[in-house]
């Protein structure tokens, strides 16, 4: 009798507890929380109340201005080409200026003079490439972006026109011979960087031919 009389006095204490500590929190059975509709919530996470689906994202999340393409044009790739080209322009005339310095100066002892010539063989090579791809790049990048604002599209015809006109342009100081072979060049090497381009498409679309 003294454990029944103490029941309803200890929870009358701790219902004091709640309200004193800012109010008693009601007690749910299971029975009547599986009661309780979850609309839009299914299939539940047991360990967050947030529904999964709403974590998992299956688009890509950009956040891009009004009218923007997810893929960078001509102009934003236009600072990445020419960039690249000067670096490699650098990186290719630095070896071969180190190769010719060294054939060169290969009768001679290693001595200060050979050094120094060596040096400058390498320091003219590689600002001589460095230029020269830097400047092909740059006439590429301007007939592009031009190209592509005078007709309002991006595609591979682009890409041709562009490289066909920069060999033009680049050899024109060779006379009308050199201006049409730095063009049919230059038609070349873009029209395999477009081929190079769109061959998951070619073979996926062409039949095989083995």
């Not at 059975?29 to 994202?57: C, F, H, K």
């Not at 920069?166 to 049919?184: C, D, N, P, Q």
């Amino acid at each position: 009798e003294d454990m029944d009389n103490n029941t309803p006095a200890s929870g009358g204490f701790k219902g004091g507890l709640g309200s004193l500590f800012g109010g008693g929190t009601p007690e749910y059975s299971n029975t009547e929380l599986a009661g309780v509709p979850l609309t839009g919530m299914s299939p539940l996470s047991p360990y967050l109340n947030v529904d999964p689906r709403y974590l998992l994202q299956d688009t890509d999340e950009f956040i891009l201005p009004t009218g923007a393409n997810k893929t960078r044009g001509r102009f934003e790739l236009a600072f990445f080409t020419i960039g690249g080209c000067c670096i490699t322009g650098t990186a290719f005339g630095t070896l071969n200026g180190l190769r010719m310095g060294l054939t060169e100066t290969r009768g001679m002892p290693w001595s200060k003079p050979r050094n120094v010539q060596i040096l400058n063989m390498v320091t003219r090579h590689g600002a001589s490439w460095a230029n020269t791809l830097g400047s092909v790049a740059l006439l590429y990048s301007v007939f592009g972006v031009a190209i592509e604002k005078a007709r309002g599209a991006e595609d591979d015809l682009n890409t041709v026109a562009a490289g066909t006109l920069t060999g033009m342009l680049f050899k024109s100081t060779a006379g009308l011979k050199g201006a049409t072979r730095g063009g049919l060049i230059g038609l070349a090497m873009s029209g395999l960087y477009a081929l190079y381009n769109n061959w998951d498409h070619l073979k996926g679309t062409s039949p095989s031919h083995y």
